[in-house]
């Protein structure tokens, strides 16, 4: 069993930066890829980034260069560095485990896996 923590989310000005984080308890997390996800009101769930257990990472081409997803396998945390954020990066973030190791669909799977439950970014003057 594995649950998930996210925490970081705020509101930011645009070209600003947060940092996301997402814990996991369990000893399985090394186990698992990790992906973070995201849902802006009247939107589908997308994937943002994901990352595999070696560390093999992809994102969605609306955040490459901008955001950075990291993994400490030591500490059982998976990380989003947002950086230049702009106001349609506004969403609720979710921390998400599938059940793979080396792969992190680009469609969110509901009902297998395990998902936290979000953390708000809000990017306004």
């Known amino acids: 069993q594995v649950q998930l923590v996210e925490s970081g989310g705020g509101l930011v000005q645009p070209g600003g930066s947060l940092r996301l984080s997402c814990a996991a308890s369990g000893s399985i997390f090394t186990l698992y890829a990790m992906g973070w996800y995201r849902q802006a009101p009247g939107k589908q769930r997308e994937l943002v980034a994901g990352i595999t257990r070696g560390g093999s990472t992809k994102y969605v081409d609306s955040v490459k260069g901008r955001f950075t997803i990291s993994r400490d396998n030591a500490k059982n945390t998976v990380i989003l560095q947002m950086n230049s954020l702009k106001p349609e990066d506004t969403a609720v973030y979710y921390c998400?485990?599938?059940?793979?190791?080396?792969?992190?669909?680009?469609?969110?799977?509901?009902?297998?896996?395990?998902w936290g439950k979000g953390t708000l970014v809000t990017v306004s003057s």
């Open positions: 998400n485990a599938p059940p793979y190791s080396d792969y992190v669909p680009d469609l969110p799977l509901y009902g297998v896996g395990y």
